[in-house]
Structures are given as C-alpha cells and as structure tokens.
C-alpha cells in the first residue's frame, strides 16, 4: 500500500507517474500482468469487482479470499515477489443484490466488505450508487454518501477485529456508465463538471463524520471517481479530450490529498493514457480491452489451427464460444442489440468483451485446452503467422519471441499492459527494490 500512496503523491506533485488497474480474474490476463510488473520491477494493483468476486462465489466461482490466494499462487510460481502485489475491490456495494429491498442488499453488501477487508484487499472502491428494489429514482446523492459511509464503518470495525489488519485505503463516487459495460455510447459524452465532483467530495466526507469516522478515516480516502469523457460501447471508443476536461484537473491539483480513478479507460488512442496521467486521473483501471486481446489472440490461432489441423481434431473454438453464449444469453442479450446476425457479430468481436463472462465455462475451457495442444505440437509456418498474428510475426522476427502458442497469447494481451505502463512511468520503476531492502 505504500508504494500505491508514493506514486499517487508523485502524481500529485506534478510527475507523470500513476498505476494501471488490472480488473480481470482470467488466469492468462492474469498470468500477463505479473510478468509485466516482473520485468519492470513495478507495483502491480489487481482488482477484482463485485460481480466477479463476493461471497456467494460471483461469475468466477471465487470468494475473496480465494481470489487472493489464487493470485498469490500464480505470482509465486512465476517469481513476482509478493510485496509487488497490492489488491483493490472495485464496485463493493449492493450491486449484486439490487433486485432486493435496500436494507437487505446493504447487508449483503457489509457482509461482501467485510470478506474483502479479511482476505486482505486493501483498495476498497465503495459504491452505493445503485439503486436496490424500494429506492426511489433518482437515488439522492446524500444517500449514496451515506450507505458508502456505512460501508466504510465496516472496513474499518472489521479491519480493527483482525489480527494482522489490512491497511486500508478507499476510493468514493462512481463513474456515469454502469458497471459491467454500455450498450451504446452517449450522444455527447461530458466531464462531470467540477461542482458535482466538490459536491461529491463534501456529503461524503459529512456522511463519514456523522457515523464518527474522523479525520483518521478520511485521511484514507485517496480518490474520487468521476467521468473524464472516455467510454466505449460495443463498435465504438469515445477518445479522452485533454482540454475538455481541464476544469477538473485543475480543481483536483488543488485538494491536498485526492486524485481521480478513471473507469472504463479501455481502447484509448496511446497517447491519451499519458494525458490522463498529467491530469491527475492517476488511476486507471483496464478490463474488458485486457480479455478482448486475450479473445483476439484465441481467435488468432483458431485460425491459425484451421489451416493445420485435421477437422476431427480442431478445437472449433469460436463454434464453441457461440453456442455456449446462445444457451446462456444472460451475459450479453440486454447489451447486444440488433438482428441475429449483428448480435452474432457483437458476441464475437464486440469492445464490450461479453465473451468474458464465459471463458470459465468447461466446454470453453476444454476448446481452449484443446486448440493450445494442437498448435503446441505443430511448427506454425511463419507465413501464417504474419497473416493472422502480425504483431507477433515481427516480435518472433527480432528474436523477442517464441512460437509457442502461449508465448504468442501472453505477448498479445502484454501489449496493451505495456501501453499503460509507459503511460504510468512504470517502466524500470524502483520503488519496489527499495521498500524491499528497506524490509531486510
């Protein structure tokens, strides 16, 4: 954690630091990131959601604390020491339990704080923004503050009741699209001004001191959410415009102690996560572009298997993906609009990335298992190669890498990890070896 808190002051002392959200349970993304925080010796912050995560299992079949047991294990196994490894809960609050009554989603929500904070999550992203059963809509942002506040009180009792506690620190406000992702894009999509975010910032801080959370708690609220003017629907990316949202930079240069936390930063144009960065949105979280480039890559090499295996002995992968996602359209049917052959279309290529909903599905599994078998046994002509993986073609041809079918899948979804390390100043970052000799 104080790694986190060093580049965030760093930030906020005008360099151009800051630190990627990875907000993904796939084990190959997963497995992606470690080795890029490995071979920059950097921080690495792992996020899981709500909806992922929680103590009825989420989409991944994981409780918290299996989550982080599941990600020590892996940093383990490839050499990541584990003080490299900071952990965040992104969207803690009813959003799993809305179809209830409010006072019973927030009891599930207390109890899913309280399973993060004891499994040792220490980034807590606390949003009670949506509304449950018998709310009232508009929900009225005091209240949002309010039930965030409360939420809070139980990180903090429970955190207090632990033996070792977990060092704590909490992000506030929520982002204008949803969690989980938008059907379409805004017409005109907008910063937050400036007054709603002070507005935020005030009814949260009241509502903290009304439950007796002090200066001492508040101090531990790091950032604020709001909308910079980036999203992304199923076809299109909303590119961040800097001086659009220069109001709010220069208002959050000004708080002595908050930055911003950007949401769905996925599919910027490179240069644009550098500006965000500048502009004191000092996190920024990537999901959903992370398991697209892992979807990109299988699809690769189903194509790449097509040309050199047997019929009977393909994997059929993409045949796979679409008939699971056709049995089980709760993932994708309500974001996925259009006719049958748009939404087979979306359900295959779409930025939104449904398809990660499903990777855990066994018949997936086993295709994926499968078709990496195949290519692991066969010399992938560098022809075929350029055709389908070009960006791995050139990175086997500078001797960067291998042709096995992993190494090409790791390298791919590693590119986009390395966009938002350069734009984070993480490359060759030495934090970390010193804390670690400090610690000796």
Same mark, same amino acid.
């Given at each position: ?190 910063? =937050? ?9 005030? @009814?949260? %801080? +009241?509502? *903290? $001191?009304? #439950?007796?959370? !002090? &200066? ?48 769905? =930063? ?9 500006? @965000?960065? %500048? +502009?004191? *949105? $000092?996190? #920024?979280?990537? !999901? &959903? ?152």
């Amino acid at each position: 954690m104080n790694a986190l808190l060093e580049l965030l002051r760093a930030n906020k002392q005008g360099q151009s630091k800051g630190i990627y959200a990875v907000c993904s349970a796939h084990p190959m993304v997963l497995q992606a990131a470690i080795q890029q925080a490995k071979a920059d010796n950097s921080l690495l912050l792992i996020e899981a959601t709500a909806n992922q995560v929680n103590q009825d299992g989420g989409y991944t079949g994981m409780q918290p604390s299996d989550f982080i047991k599941f990600v020590k294990e892996m940093a383990a196994e490839q050499g990541l020491p584990e003080q490299q490894l900071c952990f965040g809960g992104d969207h803690l609050g009813p959003v799993c339990w809305t179809a209830l009554p409010a006072p019973e989603a927030m009891a599930k929500a207390e109890t899913l704080i309280a399973a993060y904070v004891r499994a040792g999550f220490g980034k807590i992203h606390l949003d009670t923004s949506m509304p449950c059963a018998d709310d009232l809509m508009p929900l009225p942002d005091m209240l949002i503050a309010g039930r965030a506040a409360r939420l809070c009180q139980v990180a903090e009792q429970t955190a207090s009741s632990m033996a070792e506690p977990t060092s704590l620190c909490y992000v506030i406000g929520t982002e204008v699209p949803a969690p989980g992702g938008v059907a379409t894009l805004e017409h005109e999509l907008q910063p =937050t001004p400036v007054a709603n975010v002070a507005e935020t910032i005030t @009814l949260h %801080q +009241q509502a *903290f $001191a009304t #439950l007796g959370l !002090g &200066p001492d708690v508040w101090h531990k609220v790091i950032a604020v959410v709001v909308q910079p003017g980036v999203e992304f629907d199923n076809t299109q990316v909303h590119a961040f415009d800097a001086v659009a949202s220069t109001q709010l930079a220069d208002f959050i240069a000004k708080d002595p102690q908050l930055v911003f936390e950007a949401h769905s =930063t996925d599919f910027q144009p490179p240069s644009r996560y550098q500006q @965000l960065v %500048q +502009q004191h *949105f $000092a996190i #920024l979280k990537v !999901g &959903p572009q992370l398991t697209f480039a892992l979807r990109e890559a299988l699809f690769a090499l189903c194509y790449i298997e097509q040309q050199l295996v047997a019929v009977e002995q393909q994997s059929h992968l993409i045949a796979v993906s679409e008939r699971v996602m056709q049995l089980q359209p709760q993932h994708w049917q309500r974001f996925y609009p259009g006719n049958a052959v748009e939404q087979q279309l979306l359900r295959q290529y779409s930025f939104s990335d449904r398809i990660r909903y499903y990777w855990q599905q066994p018949e997936l599994q086993q295709a994926v298992s499968r078709l990496l078998q195949n290519l692991g046994t066969v010399a992938i002509p560098l022809p075929l190669l350029s055709q389908f993986m070009p960006l791995q073609y050139q990175a086997l041809l500078n001797g960067e890498l291998s042709s096995a079918p992993e190494a090409l899948l790791q390298h791919h979804i590693g590119l986009v990890l390395k966009m938002y390390a350069s734009a984070c100043g993480l490359a060759g970052d030495c934090r970390v070896d010193a804390q670690r000799a400090e610690a000796a």
